[in-house]
């Protein structure tokens, strides 16, 4: 209990380790936490210190990763964080995970590709469909008006002594073409201003709009979008109204002319269609299946990922000596703990199977040493209050085992309701129990979470704001009469 | 002029100005380039960008780095800050910043009818576009082929219509011609700017108005330069220049009257500012060019810009400042990628 009332006392080490255990003995180190190394190479850019490419590499997998987690995130599938502690692999192993990340990125855009590709023909086919039906209106009043028209045309073709081609022509002049296409409704507006300011308002246009919002295959947002349907006379309007769909990314789709063989080409569609939905399917199952194989061990990829590139960084800070036989390093323990650190130096050593034993030189300096006040999950949130106000000195008194008790005193006293307290005790006590499930939870809003870190603070808080609302005799804004008026008249 | 008093400022556009202050000053500082110019490879060029503002723009970009991919990211990353700073402006500050968008929807424009016209597909040339210059007709635009129709068709519903007052005719577009439109239509939206900035008064007035002035200047200066030997005539050479500077009206007929460069140095004589920058500027190794110098005096008045407050003249600045700051990454990258450092320092410090 001595060290909670001042903060610990440091020591100031050298550390003498031999180059090929150094990478086992740092991260021997990392897991115990003990230490704080100093950066001695600070003149050197950070790309000429010596574990640079490691570090790359380390960046280059963390991409990888990102890039699952992305994918895994837009399928819906949840990375469950299992709560191990992996250990570090060895440097060796990290080219079996960069080959494995390799293999899974590489088959994922693959199928990424695949699965584009495919929804782009299936956006074509279901454009294709809607067009052919909802034209289907528009076609029935033209052909309407066409069709008495037409019967009259052939009848006087056969009675005419006008030969045949030029008759044709003459059909051509008089007969409106037209283009079908698929165009994304907030473009519509502009879209029909300039079809009619560019064609000075020769070309007869109708829409309709599509109920269902389409998939756009590149981005996965639903477009809103509608049919138009384009009248023009002569070939000079058909160029220039396709030049204007083209720029306003209007998509244009053949549409045969007669009601029979829009008939036959919707049925071909709708064949088509379910062909490539089944298609699709087996794809999008393909694609959930190797992501969810992923999923498994994608935490503990982070972590391990995590703790290379940890100890690469931390490596970048130590001196290489001039023989090139050791790395020098220098950081700041706490005295107590020297005993632990040897030891965990001894590990690392063994694991990386050297003999040499890595040496722990103590340095006298007249530098000021870190302040480091030893806390557990109760004491840290009071420890970060008082740290807010501003850090210790080196061995000065803490304030922070008094603020334990006062300030959440002096939060009561100005609290002070029973009822109210007895919530917010509930509420922090729902906190404390649930801790491990609710620290396991990746995606919590970051206002609960400013709660969640200070819920042992928040439940002292509550404990003495019951007390003074029963010392104030006040639960929930009303008074409560327990023990009797205390008031004695005492004069006779 | 009332409007534009410090009380007020802060209502409206108290948190862009803040934003932008906080955005100023991660600009990249002498000690940055220094590093930069130490690189050997775009791998460390990459690696030292992550310790500045920029951070891990360039982290998630898959296979060995192109400068061009480093270009795209740096110039992604200023639009999607100044749309946000468009997104949450009030006005007048919309107008002001809607007003910076033009020059880029007038590049926009000259580059899509420039690429039209040697037959590459719109397709080619919209992500060419720089995004900030975008507006919905803009993909439509290779419909038409004389002004006129680039008029009546695509311009006339953009806010760049009444600039195009002068430059209307029948004649086909072609190359000459389209440069005669870039500067025409400059021409007017600087004007036009500067009237605006004019009237917003105060600070905000004080700063553009120098700003603005010295662009028009410059952009008189360069036209004459890169005019001589060419087919323009000094008439329709002197229908190009802007009219809001300093060297309106008297500098403008002299140079519109200038044969050589000797000439439009002598011009420049009759101004302290712009004498200065001709002196010792020459295109032999070691002499910095014109258009450094003028880099340089700009990025002068831009810092200047950010020793007033409450005004809307930062906003500009800060584009312009980090316009120069990507030209600059650029540069050393293209540098650092042919290893070929000989000019490496031809950057232009900002900070």
């Not at chain 1, 982070?302 to 290489?320: E, P």
């Not at chain 2, 219509?161 to 021409?187: G, Q, W």
Request: hydrophobic share 40%; aromatic share 10%.
């Amino acid at each position: 209990m001595g060290s909670l009332f001042r903060s610990e006392e440091m020591l100031l080490c050298q550390f003498f380790l031999q180059s090929e255990a150094a990478y086992n003995c740092v991260s021997e180190l990392g897991e115990l936490g003990s230490v704080q190394f100093r950066d001695i190479n600070r003149d050197m850019n950070s790309f000429q210190r010596k574990f640079v490419n490691e570090v790359r590499r380390c960046a280059e997998m963390e991409r990888k990763l990102r890039f699952l987690e992305t994918e895994m995130h837009k399928d819906g599938i949840e990375v469950l964080d299992s709560g191990e502690n992996p250990d570090t692999p060895q440097p060796k192993d990290m080219i079996d995970m960069e080959a494995t990340f390799d293999r899974l990125e590489t088959e994922l855009l693959e199928v990424n590709a695949n699965a584009e590709a495919l929804n782009q023909n299936f956006l074509e086919l279901t454009e294709l469909k809607q067009i052919l039906l909802k034209t289907q209106g528009f076609f029935n009043e033209h052909d309407g008006n066409l069709e008495p028209g037409e019967a009259l045309k052939s009848e006087v073709k056969k009675m005419s002594l006008i030969p045949p081609d030029l008759s044709a022509q003459e059909d051509q002049q008089g007969q409106l073409g037209f283009l079908a296409g698929v165009i994304s409704r907030d473009r519509l507006p502009p879209f029909e201003r300039m079809l009619w300011r560019a064609c000075r308002g020769n070309v007869f246009i109708r829409t309709n709009e599509i109920e269902t919002p389409l998939k756009d295959p590149i981005t996965g947002d639903e477009v809103h979008k509608c049919v138009l349907l384009i009248f023009y006379q002569g070939e000079q309007l058909k160029t220039l109204v396709r030049k204007i769909c083209e720029g306003f990314r209007a998509n244009l789709y053949p549409c045969p002319e007669t009601a029979n063989e829009r008939q036959d080409m919707a049925m071909g569609v709708m064949a088509r269609i379910e062909d490539l939905k089944t298609v699709l399917s087996q794809t999008q199952d393909h694609r959930h299946r190797v992501l969810v194989a992923a999923s498994k061990n994608l935490h503990n990829w982070w972590i391990k990922v995590r703790k290379i590139k940890a100890i690469y960084h931390t490596l970048n800070l130590f001196n290489l000596d001039v023989t090139n036989k050791c790395l020098i390093a220098e950081g700041w323990i706490p005295a107590p703990e020297m005993e632990s650190v040897q030891l965990a130096l001894r590990r690392g050593t063994e694991r990386s199977g050297t003999s040499v034993p890595p040496i722990v030189n103590r340095m006298s300096t007249r530098e000021n040493p870190p302040t480091y006040n030893r806390t557990n999950k109760f004491t840290r949130a009071f420890q970060d209050l008082v740290d807010a106000y501003g850090v210790a000195a080196y061995r000065e008194v803490n304030p922070a085992p008094y603020t334990i008790i006062t300030f959440p005193f002096l939060y009561a006293t100005m609290f002070g309701d029973f009822g109210h307290g007895t919530i917010m005790t509930l509420f922090a006590l729902w906190m404390v129990l649930n801790e491990k499930k609710l620290q396991a939870k990746k995606k919590l809003n970051e206002i609960f979470l400013t709660f969640f870190h200070g819920r042992y603070l928040l439940l002292c808080m509550g404990l003495f704001a019951i007390h003074n609302g029963h010392m104030y005799n006040d639960c929930f804004g009303k008074p409560l009469n327990i023990y009797g008026s205390s008031f004695r008249v005492n004069y006779k | 002029m009332v409007l534009m008093t410090e009380y007020q400022f802060n209502i409206d556009s108290g948190y862009l100005e803040g934003l932008v202050r906080g955005f100023k000053n991660g600009i990249l500082t002498r000690a940055d380039y220094l590093n930069l110019v130490q690189c050997e490879t775009l791998e460390d060029l990459k690696l030292h960008l992550q310790s500045t503002d920029y951070g891990n723009f360039l982290a998630n970009e898959p296979g060995s780095l192109a400068v061009a991919t480093i270009d795209d990211k740096l110039r992604e990353k200023l639009v999607i800050e100044f749309q946000h700073m468009r997104h949450m402006s009030y006005e007048p500050l919309s107008t002001f910043l809607d007003f910076i968008t033009y020059s880029y929807m007038i590049d926009n424009i000259i580059l899509l009818i420039t690429g039209t016209l040697h037959q590459r597909p719109i397709s080619e040339l919209i992500p060419k576009c720089h995004p900030l210059g975008s507006f919905e007709q803009m993909e439509a635009i290779h419909v038409a082929s004389t002004p006129a129709e680039l008029y009546n068709a695509v311009l006339v519903d953009t806010p760049l219509a009444p600039f195009f007052v002068d430059c209307i005719s029948e004649k086909d577009l072609d190359e000459m011609n389209i440069e005669i439109i870039r500067n025409t239509l400059y021409k007017a939206f600087l004007e036009a700017f500067y009237k605006f900035c004019e009237d917003l008064g105060g600070a905000t007035a004080d700063t553009m108005c120098k700003i603005l002035a010295f662009e028009a200047d410059r952009r008189a200066f360069i036209i004459t330069i890169n005019s001589f030997g060419t087919e323009l005539t000094k008439d329709d050479r002197a229908k190009l220049y802007p009219r809001c500077g300093l060297l309106y009206p008297d500098g403008l007929a002299m140079l519109a009257r200038a044969d050589d460069y000797e000439q439009v140095k002598s011009v420049a004589g009759y101004y302290s500012e712009y004498s200065v920058l001709f002196e010792g500027a020459g295109n032999n190794p070691g002499e910095k060019t014109l258009e450094d110098k003028f880099f340089e005096h700009e990025v002068e008045l831009n810092m200047l810009a950010f020793m007033q407050q409450f005004h809307y003249g930062i906003f500009y600045s800060y584009l312009r400042l980090k316009e120069q700051e990507c030209r600059n990454i650029v540069w050393i990258a293209e540098c650092v990628a042919q290893k070929h450092k000989a000019k490496i320092d031809n950057y232009i410090p900002i900070m």
